[in-house]
């Protein structure tokens, strides 16, 4: 098999991923739960194009952030319900709204990003309840509902998705958009060496001790922490993105043959040699990834 050829960029920010050893300050990071003072980093603010061709609607539930982005051309009566990354103890980032700001600027859908609580402060079940009822809150309109989230918020779009399922008062989502999920948390789930070599963001061992925070207790087999494991038949049509240098990856692919036994329909995207959440990233295979996120939402 030929070996896929990287851009200039991303094998520029493969370099400073290795150089900054960003997959030890990961795990240094999720260390900083045991003192209870995980790091937060400084939420990203909402770019400033979106502000000048959209209005931002800025509010809270339950302390916690969420910000619809209605286009000043808004186009059909789609809604996206995003739910951001950062294995469940980091805030949104630029690269959460350089994807956005991608998808509102070429469809012209609506946009709310909900914050869920963030561990170690919070857990699961308290996250589960904030983002319930800001989804009612934002969801009151008569709107098509699209639900997206990238790495641990793709895991939590999976699961609330599952959630979705057992409240029938609340709409049903009509697309779901995962970019690299964390779709197993059980601490047995370890990765291949291979893949652990080969992925400079994430660790094994940082995943371990950031979902014992997030699941405080419960068992990380239970589908709302591990939601490959719910019910799949009921889910609607699926698109997954994955990149083959991530912890990850093997997750997807058994995930993807579930999916194919369940009869879901899904389109299941393998970005090859790039890392965890590409599509995010402002590279020459990220925004290929982006392009295909917005096809896949907008038809």
Same mark, same amino acid.
């Given at each position: 098999m030929t070996q896929v050829r990287l851009s200039f960029f991303s094998n520029t920010i493969h370099f400073f991923l290795k150089l900054l050893n960003v997959k030890s300050f990961m795990y240094r990071w999720a260390k900083s739960f045991e003192t209870g003072k995980g790091r937060k980093l400084k939420v990203a603010n909402v770019p400033g194009w979106i502000r000048r061709n959209a209005d931002v609607i800025e509010g809270k539930v339950q302390g916690r952030n969420v910000i619809t982005i209605v286009p000043k051309k808004r186009k059909g009566n789609i809604h996206i319900i995003n739910f951001p990354g950062g294995a469940y103890g980091l805030e949104a980032n630029s690269l959460n709204w350089y994807l956005n700001k991608q998808i509102v600027q070429q469809t012209g859908f609506k946009l709310s990003m909900i914050q869920y609580p963030l561990a170690p402060e919070s857990y699961y079940k308290e996250a589960f309840d904030m983002a319930l009822e800001a989804y009612e809150l934002v969801c009151k309109e008569d709107e098509e509902i699209y639900i997206m989230g990238d790495s641990a918020g793709g895991g939590f779009s999976l699961a609330f998705t599952h959630l979705l399922n057992e409240n029938p008062n609340l709409k049903f989502p009509t697309k779901l958009v995962l970019i690299s999920p964390w779709l197993d948390m059980t601490d047995t789930n370890r %990765?291949? $060496?291979? #893949?652990?070599?080969? $992925? #400079? *963001? #994430?660790s094994h061992k940082a995943a371990v001790i950031a979902s014992s925070y997030w699941a405080k207790g419960t068992e990380k087999s239970h589908y709302l922490l591990s939601p490959k494991n719910g019910n799949l038949s009921k889910l609607p049509k699926v698109g997954l993105w994955m990149g083959t240098h991530e912890i990850f990856y093997d997750d997807a692919i058994e995930f993807d043959k579930n999916l194919s036994?369940?009869? *879901? %329909?899904?389109?299941?995207?393998i970005g090859q040699r790039l890392q965890h959440v590409y599509p995010m990233w402002p590279t020459k295979e990220g925004r290929k990834g982006a392009s295909e996120i917005i096809h896949f939402l907008s038809n």
């Open positions: %990765p291949s $060496d291979e #893949l652990e070599s080969r $992925d #400079l *963001i #994430l036994r369940a009869n *879901i %329909p899904h389109q299941f995207i």
